[in-house]
């Protein structure tokens, strides 16, 4: 665990001509892309595709600025990347990478000093308990992904949405703070497989999860610091 989340998570990002952020939400095409870290390499994959083999942390490259919604930063450009990318997509599109130097930090409203984030919207990681996404399932009529939600935690033997009420919490020896209600977007209505959109499960999720217009489900999370955690932690909650 890093101060801006899971080691290799969300260091690359892909921008427009403009060099603003692109995902799912304007290419739903995206969702057909696999990720699999191997070694010291990133490959990503895509059916009918060769697949595109890159450095997990390139060291060099040109400097470019990225925006992320109203944030401002830069990163590395990764030559090989853009065309992949932009063959699948239709679009033109450039794939840059977060270096350890950058540092973008998470809005003050929300964060402590020295709290940062990578390419994520807003937070170094999401926390979704299980119970909640069963809840969901339940009162859908049929089984909900969880990566339609794309969670870094999941958490077990809670009630469900019992994360809403957590503020600090510890898994393994390294402690967390829950610091917004995360508001869920059309990604969540993508077929994981295939980026088709629908208007689940969305639609359920507004019947009984709408606050102040918008639809909550999940936790943004920070870490207090450097550490490690594991599969199967022990998580306790403090306040």
Not at 104 to 119: I, K, Q, T, W
Request: hydrophobic fraction near 40%; proline fraction near 8%.
């Amino acid at each position: 665990m890093e101060r801006c989340g899971l080691e290799h998570d969300r260091r690359f990002v892909l921008v427009g001509s403009d060099g603003r952020f692109v995902t799912q939400r304007e290419l739903g095409v995206l969702a057909q892309t696999r990720v699999r870290v191997e070694g010291d390499r990133v490959v990503v994959s895509a059916a009918g595709r060769a697949p595109l083999s890159l450095p997990a942390a390139p060291a060099a490259g040109e400097r470019v600025r990225v925006r992320v919604w109203e944030d401002d930063s830069e990163g590395l450009l990764v030559p090989e990347g853009g065309p992949w990318f932009s063959e699948l997509a239709g679009v033109p599109l450039s794939l840059v990478y977060m270096p350890a130097d950058v540092q973008r930090p998470v809005d003050d409203r929300y964060g402590e000093p020295g709290d940062r984030v990578s390419f994520a919207d807003g937070f170094p990681l999401l926390l979704v308990s299980q119970a909640s996404l069963d809840l969901l399932s339940e009162r859908s009529g049929r089984p909900v992904e969880m990566r339609r939600f794309r969670p870094n935690l999941v958490v077990t033997g809670t009630p469900p949405h019992a994360e809403d009420g957590w503020r600090r919490f510890r898994i393994g020896d390294l402690g967390f703070r829950a610091v917004k209600p995360c508001s869920r977007c059309v990604i969540t209505t993508r077929d994981p497989d295939t980026g088709v959109a629908g208007k689940e499960p969305l639609a359920e999720l507004a019947r009984y999860r709408l606050q102040d217009g918008k639809v909550m489900f999940g936790m943004n999370v920070i870490p207090d610091r450097e550490g490690e955690i594991a599969v199967g932690d022990p998580v306790e909650v403090f306040g």
